[in-house]
């Protein structure tokens, strides 16, 4: 059975559930492909799909550009006992004839969500050679980056400190407990510096905040050294900023309309079986593993709001939080929010007894037709590194003729 481009648009901007599965390879899926697609490759599907689609009779659609897939696609996940699997009607070609939007790179519409953000809040940022400047001057800075630890450790900026995403409201002051001194936040590219930084100045840090103008790409184009294999981590602060940090996180979640939750509530979602649910636990893995709540995978905030096509491919979905301190899940969850998903935070810490051990994660997707970034790693082109970041500038202007992503910025 075949759903035309029109009808799966239709969906999406009548916030209906739906899956719009890409079948190709990462670096084929990563030519071009609509906003709200997720990839699953044909070879991943009966490993992926159902952790990445929970609910068994959420409607799929599926897809290739001519590679004829679809079909082989169809009969695993008919298999796998998925019941409303559809494929779009003349593939990727069809999308494209409908005259509807193709989008490049992967992970594309978190990213197009942060451009859109610094578009509307003007999130201050500083170029590399500002940095540079006041590195060398010994000025009272604190470089935070915002990626994983492992990125983190791959190349950093000289001094920088790792402090992934959802750990930066939590965490900044204690790495900055001085007021006046400048807080700099940096990724590879642009994305998490830019919610990096605006995650600090919505929850109202009396720092200055910056964001590092186009990441480690920037440091490197403009000629600037790296470090590599650091080990340097923000350390938690003490119980009164905690304290301090919850209030101004669940201010932010409050602004972008995250609903909280008891554990009695969270029942009554999972036992919807009309709705898909997803449930992560946002905190730094090693976290996750001394102790989670039952049912909860692992999704570091910060890579959650990068990655939400990969953790949340069912587009409508509601994901619900979990964090034992708070300022985690209420800073993850008030971007989700505004990148349109219906989010809850469990409320307290977590209650009963926990599981231990890390995140059961499905084997690696493999290096067959994985798209090479060029933000990861210290060999990347430097040519390859400005088209990046010539796309990323480009992606507001896409959002608009799209027109169905129904994002808000606070």
Not at 19 to 36: S, T, V
Not at 85 to 107: P, R, T
Not at 205 to 227: D, S
Not at 328 to 352: I, K, N
């Amino acid at each position: 059975m075949s759903v035309t481009a029109k009808d799966i648009r239709k969906a999406l901007i009548a916030r209906e559930e739906i899956a719009l599965i890409d079948l190709r390879e990462e670096a084929d899926f990563a030519l071009g492909h609509p906003l709200f697609a997720a990839q699953i490759p044909l070879r991943r599907i009966n490993t992926e799909a159902e952790w990445r689609i929970p609910r068994k009779d959420t409607r799929i659609v599926v897809y290739d550009n001519g590679e004829d897939l679809t079909e082989a696609a169809l009969v695993h996940l008919r298999a796998l006992g998925f019941t409303q699997v559809e494929k779009l009607a003349g593939g990727l070609s069809g999308w494209k004839s409908a005259g509807y939007e193709l989008f490049e790179d992967v992970n594309s519409y978190s990213k197009a969500f942060g451009e859109l953000v610094e578009h509307r809040r003007h999130t201050p940022s500083l170029p590399a050679q500002d940095v540079q400047a006041l590195i060398e001057e010994k000025a009272d800075i604190a470089i935070l980056d915002a990626r994983r630890f492992d990125e983190y450790a791959t190349m950093s900026i000289p001094g920088g400190i790792s402090s992934p995403g959802a750990e930066l409201v939590l965490r900044a002051r204690a790495a900055a407990p001085d007021p006046d001194t400048t807080i700099i936040v940096n990724c590879a590219g642009r994305t998490r510096s830019i919610i990096g930084a605006q995650s600090l100045v919505n929850a109202g840090l009396p720092n200055r905040v910056y964001a590092l103008r186009n990441g480690t790409i920037g440091w490197t184009l403009a000629g600037q050294g790296l470090e590599t294999g650091q080990q340097r981590r923000a350390a938690l602060p003490d119980a009164p900023l905690v304290d301090e940090a919850r209030a101004k996180a669940r201010e932010v979640a409050y602004r972008a309309g995250v609903k909280r939750i008891t554990p009695e509530e969270l029942d009554h979602l999972r036992a919807d079986k009309t709705r898909t649910l997803y449930q992560y636990d946002v905190r730094l893995p090693e976290d996750y593993a001394a102790g989670h709540i039952p049912g909860f995978r692992n999704a570091q905030g910060g890579q959650l709001v990068q990655e939400t096509d990969h953790f949340a491919p069912v587009r409508a979905a509601r994901i619900v939080l979990a964090d034992d301190l708070g300022p985690r899940a209420d800073m993850t969850a008030s971007w989700l929010a505004q990148l349109g998903w219906e989010v809850y935070v469990l409320a307290g810490a977590p209650q009963g007894d926990l599981e231990t051990g890390p995140d059961a994660a499905p084997a690696p997707r493999g290096q067959e037709g994985r798209y090479k970034r060029p933000y990861e790693g210290t060999d990347n082109a430097a040519a390859a590194m400005q088209a990046y970041l010539d796309w990323e500038y480009g992606l507001v202007a896409q959002l608009e003729r799209d027109g169905t992503h129904g994002f808000y910025v606070i």
